[in-house]
Each structure stands twice: as structure tokens, then as C-alpha cells.
């Protein structure tokens, strides 16, 4: 996919279900390797960075296969421990490898990832972690390495912030572990605990799931399991926002209405109404309001760990806001350079400032915005825009969306389904990925 062509302006309406979580989907694959065995994972989305993640662990000596969103891989035998670079700069979450091969083989070697197109990005956090297990890390040549001294040792990990990918590469080091590990201001997203009721399923004793504090006692082997990716709540929350932004009536069935408990009050705050019923959300969007003024309230946003408001919607939830009656402010305090897409929304005719971690929105009826071709710059940016696009008058042309297909399965042929005027192009000059 070089390119989406959309032709703005419609209502989507009908139903769509929800794929597979990419952020629970990556973890559980990757803690595949600590336990020797067959194991089956149902509800695997099909996307870039999952067919990277088999990729890696067929590197490692794993066999993977799949058949639907089904994926076996069997980790009987490891014949590598390295996380090279040529796949680790295409996927970052392969530095979750490190920990699974730490706790069965004591030794890991894998890429340093660099900063991307959303920050910095560095995994201190987690080789202090390590460290604190008993385990060696050094850095030559752009790779860490990680080898355990002796053995590896229950301690307590202290996380500054709290790190999704940190708290599950310490889950997966400590399972095996002599002793007890406590990881305190651990991430509480619902990937965490994904990974908590697998490894727990496997044999692993841990306990404290969707709390800050986690206590991992070390057992002495686990065994393969059969276990289920839970919904992708960013995905849910995508089609949510595009609903509201659209208008019209969307159904998302398949999900965890309450994974989203941030999302879903500040939609409502801004006058959309949702439903909840069971494992779907219906969200409604009123008519346009009094003197034809948009019927969306402004509301303000911060991004914060979970259960605050996720920094990966925060780029769509701007989107609907430049539509929005009145000024909304946008704090994005998880990545220090989450706002690449506010270049691109401005050529739309969004009115946004942006001053240091905030976005300043001041919202524009419809009418006044118009398509325009933009340019993606990461997955969630790519998002934003197609929401933007879906919901403004004209063409908008996106491209370099290959950062859609890394998180987002079949996007737009969901959103096709539910009446968007959408198409993908091929486009001459593609670059490469970040
Ligand atoms: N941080 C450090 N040092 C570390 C680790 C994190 O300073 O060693 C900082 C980060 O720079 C950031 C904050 O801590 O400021 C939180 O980052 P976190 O470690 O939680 O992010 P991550 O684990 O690298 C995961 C998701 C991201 C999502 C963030 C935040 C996966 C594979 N990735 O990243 O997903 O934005 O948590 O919720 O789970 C996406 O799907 O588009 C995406 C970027």
C-alpha cells in the first residue's frame, strides 16, 4: 500500500469488529521463548510488525506458523540470540525478545533501537531492570548485550515512569528468577496484563495484575500454552473518533468497553453519545448544533499511563477536535515529539498552535476545512489524518501510509464497509520505513 485516496465528507455507519491488540500481540509472542514448547496464540492480527515479531523469532530458531489469526510458534529448540539490526530499526518492540531469552538462556543480544519519528525513545529503564536481576549489559558496536552473571536473582525494580514494554521485558527476565522480583510503578495498560494471565497460564507465579506493584516469584520451569490476544483498544478508539468525527452511527463490536474508561468520558463530554452493551460500544454524534455551529464540544486532553488517556489516541482525538466548537487543549506528556501530524492536519485548514507539550486547537466548522494531500509520519499520525480526511469536505491524499499497515489491520477495508469513500494507490517514490 503506497497511498489511501479519500473523498471526504460522508457518515460512517454500520458495524465493524475489533482485530487483535498489536501492543498485547508483540509481548506474547515474544514470551513464547521462555518456556521450550508449542504454543498457540488466537486473535493475532495480521500486520507489519507481527509478521517482523515472527520473523525475529523464526531468527532466534523458533517455528511459527499461521492460519488465520491463529499463529503457532514452537520455541522447542533456540539456535540464536540475536535481535539484528536490520529488523530491530523496522520494529522496536523487538527489544522485547530480551527479556524471554535473558530468563531461558542467560544471554541476549539485540540492537540498540535508535529515537523514531515520535521521540527519543530509550530503554534504560530496562536494562537498569536487567541489571538489577543479576545480569551484565554492555554496548558495543550498536547492540546490547545482556548476560547473566551467575545467576539470575529476585530484587526490587523501581520504573522513574511507568514503561509498557520495561514492565513486560522485567515480567518475562524474572519468571524464572531465584527468588522474588517487585516491580513498582509497573505500567497497568491491559497489554501488561495480557501478558500476566499468559505467563501465569504458563506455570509463572505473578501477582498484583492491574496494579502499579507486581510480584513475580521465580518458579523453576513453565510450559507452553494455548492463549488469547485481547482486543486492540486503540484500534476500537480509532474507529470511535472517526464515528464522532463523521457523524453518522458505528457499532464497534468485539471489544473491552472498559479499557477505553478515558476515551470514552471525554467523548461524551464532547456531546457524542455512546452506548455500551456487553463486548460492543455504539457511538452516535448529534447534528450540527444551535446557528449551525458544529454540535462537538471542545474538551481538553492530557496523555497519561494507563487508565489516563492513551498517547497513542491522542493524535486522532486532535483530529476530532479541529472540528470541535471552541479551543481545546491537547497535553502530550508521554513522548516529547508526539505532534508531527499537526503540520499535516493544518494543511486541511485545522487552526493549531503548538507550544512546548501542549496543542492548542481552536475548532473550525467543517465547511472552512477542505482536503488536501498530507503526508503520514508514524502510525498513529497516519490515523489522525485519515480521520481528518474521512471527515472533511474533498480529497485528501495520504501518503507514505505504510506506518497504517504496521498497527492497523485491513483499516481501510473496514472503514469502506462502513461506507467511507476510500481507496488505496500505489504512489512512485516510495521511501523507506521509520
Ligand atoms: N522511557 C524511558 N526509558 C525507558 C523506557 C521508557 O525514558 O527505558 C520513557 C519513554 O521515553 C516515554 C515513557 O517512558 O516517555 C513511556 O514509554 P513506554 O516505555 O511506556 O513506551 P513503550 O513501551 O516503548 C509502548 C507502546 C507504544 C505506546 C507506549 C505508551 C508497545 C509495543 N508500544 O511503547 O505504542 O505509545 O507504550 O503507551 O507496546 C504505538 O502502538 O503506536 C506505540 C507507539
Known sequence: MDKIVIEGGRPL??????????????????????????????????????????????TLGASCERQGTIVRIDTTSLTGAEAPYELVKTMRASV??????????????????????????PIDYHLRGFEQLGVITTLAEGYVEASVDTV??????????????????????SVLCRGTTVIKNAAREPEVGNL????????????????????????????????????????????????????????????????????????????????????????????????????????DIRTMPYPGFPTDLQAQF??????????????????????????????LGAEIKVDGSAAIVTGRRREELCGAPVMATDLRASASLVIAGLSVPGTTEISRVYHLERGYENMVDKLRELGAAIRTEREENQAGAT
Open 318 to 347: 486532535m483530529a476530532l477536535m479541529t472540528q470541535a466548537d471552541g479551543v481545546s487543549v491537547i497535553h502530550e506528556t508521554i513522548f516529547e515529539n508526539r505532534f508531527m501530524h499537526v503540520a499535516e492536519l493544518r494543511r
Open 196 to 299: 500476566i494471565d499468559m505467563l501465569n497460564a504458563m506455570g509463572a507465579d505473578i501477582e498484583g495484575r492491574d496494579s502499579d506493584r507486581l510480584t513475580v516469584r521465580g518458579v523453576e520451569r513453565l510450559r507452553p500454552v494455548e492463549t488469547e490476544i485481547i482486543p486492540d483498544r486503540i484500534e476500537v478508539g480509532t474507529f470511535l473518533i472517526a464515528a464522532a468525527a463523521t457523524g453518522g452511527e458505528v457499532t464497534v463490536a468485539g471489544c473491552v468497553p472498559g479499557h477505553l474508561p478515558a476515551l470514552i468520558e471525554k467523548l461524551r463530554s464532547t456531546g457524542v453519545d455512546i452506548g455500551e452493551t456487553g463486548d460492543s460500544l455504539t457511538v452516535r454524534r448529534k447534528d450540527a448544533g444551535a446557528g449551525g455551529r458544529p454540535a462537538l464540544k471542545s474538551v
Open 152 to 173: 539470575l536473582k529476585g530484587n526490587v525494580v523501581y520504573f522513574d515512569t511507568p514503561s509498557v514494554t520495561g514492565t513486560e521485558n522485567l515480567i518475562t527476565a
Open 13 to 58: 455507519a454500520g458495524t465493524v469488529r475489533a482485530s487483535g491488540a498489536k501492543n498485547a500481540a508483540l509481548p506474547l509472542m515474544a514470551a513464547t521463548l521462555v518456556a521450550p514448547g508449542s504454543h498457540v496464540l488466537h486473535n493475532v492480527p495480521d500486520l507489519r510488525d507481527t509478521r517482523t515479531m515472527l520473523r525475529l523469532l523464526e
Open 96 to 121: 522485547l525478545v530480551l527479556g524471554p531469552l535473558i530468563a531461558r538462556t542467560g544471554y541476549a543480544r539485540v540492537s540498540l533501537p535508535g529515537g523514531c519519528a515520535i521521540g527519543a525513545r
